[in-house]
């Protein structure tokens, strides 16, 4: 994000603002939000800038297209900080960390155990979710699957090799 584009696009939603009458509040909102982009821009911020833009269209103070111009390089600067999504092999949930850890002491008092009987220490949890927390358990080598489909347990990986 360069500052030189950001300050650009300040100064043109300053001049563009001046044709809005003088005491209209929404004169200074648009120009105080502009101001708070221009050190930090964040989303929220710009969304209430775009329904800003929104209101002033209805108002026909300005050239619609200009105000369109200008309300389309804030919503790119927008797409510009939206976090890209980026596929994660660990469990990012400090819940879903916590689920795990209580699975593995369970493991360690019952022995072996199936997904089911997880299903009633879980309630709020889906099966499928349960399962995902098993394969990641699986992947880090603390448990081992034993059996296949309707007879599959599982248990905690034993220490001798």
Known sequence: M???????????????????????PLRYKMRELADEILVKPNPKDLEILNSF???????NWVS????????EEYS?????????R???????????LTRQEKILKILK????AQVGEFKVVFPEVTKRT?????????????????GERNDTYYQLKSTET
């Open 130 to 146: 349960l399962r995902r927390d098993f394969e990641f358990l699986l992947q880090q080598g603390t448990i081992e699957r034993i």
């Open 109 to 112: 008092e019952k022995g072996k």
């Open 86 to 96: 980026v596929e994660k092999k660990i469990m990012p949930v400090n819940s879903a």
């Open 53 to 59: 833009f929104e209101v002033a269209r209805t108002q």
């Open 64 to 71: 619609p297209s200009e105000l369109l111009k200008i309300q």
């Open 2 to 24: 360069n500052k030189d584009f950001l300050v650009q696009l300040t100064s043109t939603l300053y001049k563009m603002t001046l044709l809005f009458p003088k005491k209209e």
């Open 76 to 84: 790119k600067l927008k797409g510009e900080l939206a976090p890209q």
